[in-house]
């Protein structure tokens, strides 16, 4: 009975220390890599526990990051450590950068260890020896993210002006992330001198922007009359949910321009003859002012008159300079049944910037007498003048007969 006590106390003796004689030699493993969650297009530092899992210690301990797709340690690619003693660690610290709009999924960067083993034995003392370098692999969870952001911005016209309606604002809103964005909607909050316009809207909205694609919203907004030419910035507002339905929300800017343009004012119109009656052929001169910041090109006038009056009704101007006036002349008739009245008549003025071919209309009065108006008024003109004559026929004779004397 001692033997066999004796055989079992010294099976158990070598089937205790069997693990210790296993991690004999020094060997460097990462025990620890934090954090491993990383995004696309991401830069960021990563902490690494080195660990001697040997019972002897390491010494000259050098790691090298080999390169990889999609993943790589920026700046240093060699760390060395001096020497980390047996089931011992240290921690390091390395910046790695994801590439942009990367696929979500594992992706791991090699690393090449070399290091010596140092250890004391009673026969030689401390020994060095080198191992055969061994090679370790970090992972990282590169998780999808959503991007969004505004791509571009037009409009139509392509040149906003002061005093429009309608003008029609595109936003392209491009998402660069590796996941969907969903229930989107994209709200513009018109500021002076923008106002909504009463065709649109000042929201709108799409299901879903896939990853690495875009969409358009559609926005209608006015421009007030008065406004300044300049570059004006408008608030735009993003919102949009996860697929784990969490909202998110983006507070951006984008700038509309509003373009110099030419105004023009119409003066009084002067006719000849200066009354007008029915069944009168007759002149009409209009004078046309450009009162606005830029100078007009290729400016053609049209009359938009009542059907009573016929004729040349379109007059081409040229050019019109800051400041300058022209004279836009027509030929008409007023019918034969043109009522005495005081028509509210519109003029067309076009003109060109650019490539863009630009339009507005003014309103003037344009008065037709009756003929008895005009008979009234021969007939005080006629005694008007058989009155000065009169006058200077007495005058003259007083004069000879003074002479006379």
Known sequence: MKFIFILSLAILIL????????????????????????????????????????????????????????????????????????????????????????????????ITASFDEYYYTATTGYVTSAMTPTTLTIVFDVEGEILLDVADISTSPLELREDSENNNITVLVENAGSKDARSVTVTIDPASPFLEAYSGSRTDFTEVIASRSSHSFS?????????????????????????????????????????????????????????ITKGTTFRMNLPIENTGNKDAESVKAILKTKSYFTGAKTDYLGDIAIGEVKIATFELEADRDTIPDNYETDIKIIWTDGDDRIEMTKSFALVVASGEDVTETSGLSLLITAAAIIIALGAVLFALSRKKK
Not at 17 to 40: F, H, M, Y
Not at 236 to 258: A, G, K, Q, S, V
Request: include cysteine.
């Open 15 to 110: 089937t205790a220390t069997q693990p210790v004689l296993a991690g004999t030699n020094a060997n460097i493993v990462i025990s620890d890599i934090t954090p491993t969650n990383l995004a696309p297009g991401e830069t960021r530092e990563i902490t690494l526990t080195v660990k001697n899992d040997g019972s002897r210690d390491a010494r000259h301990i050098t790691l090298n990051f080999q390169s990889s797709d999609y993943i790589s340690v920026i700046g240093t690619s060699t760390i060395y450590i001096n020497s980390i003693n047996a089931w011992c660690d240290t921690s390091i610290k390395i910046m790695v950068r994801v590439e942009d709009g990367i696929d979500p999924g594992a992706y791991s960067i090699p």
């Open 219 to 275: 926005f209608a907004l006015d421009v007030v009359d008065g406004a300044a030419a300049g570059v004006y910035s408008i608030p735009l507002t993003i919102d949009y949910i996860d697929d784990e339905y969490n909202p998110f929300r983006i507070n951006t800017t984008i700038n509309l321009r509003i373009s110099p343009q030419a105004d023009f004012k119409v003066g009084t119109p002067t006719t000849s003859p200066p009354v």
